[in-house]
């Protein structure tokens, strides 16, 4: 199973990027798809999850509207749409697969991993 996150780069404080994850060698379609970070000197932590059929989702309080998590099954894709990026937000950002269909927070409930995309925001 792979994971390729893209989208990701440098931008200004108050803009706007969108984050792609294409997953290959299996179907995500029947489980959760999460989003976490990760910045320099700090422990990875949870963005946002969506369940399997996108029929709910889970967000950090730091991301909670300005960030929205989507996905296409079809494409075997997951998303976040990043807007109103503030210095803070800069990190590499990670997708992930869940064990089950979840909108887990815990790192610990996800079982693949993607190699991570940077985001930079510049004040």
């Known amino acids: 199973v792979q994971l390729q996150a893209s989208g990701g780069g440098l931008v200004q404080a108050g803009d706007s990027l969108r ?14 798809m999460g989003w976490f970070r990760q910045a320099p000197g700090k422990e990875r932590e ?10 709910s ?26 807007n109103s990026l503030k210095p803070e937000d800069t990190a590499v950002y990670y997708c992930a697969i869940a064990f089950w269909d979840s909108t887990n927070s815990n790192a610990n409930g996800y079982r693949y991993w993607g190699q991570g995309t940077q985001v930079t925001v510049s004040s």
């Open 46 to 55: 949870f963005v946002a999850a969506i369940s399997w059929n996108g029929g």
């Open 57 to 82: 989702a889970s967000y950090a309080d730091s991301v909670k509207g300005r960030f929205t998590i989507s996905r296409d099954n079809a494409k075997n894709s997951v998303y976040l749409q990043m």
């Open 19 to 32: 984050l792609s994850c294409a997953a290959s060698g299996r179907s995500i379609s029947s489980n959760g």
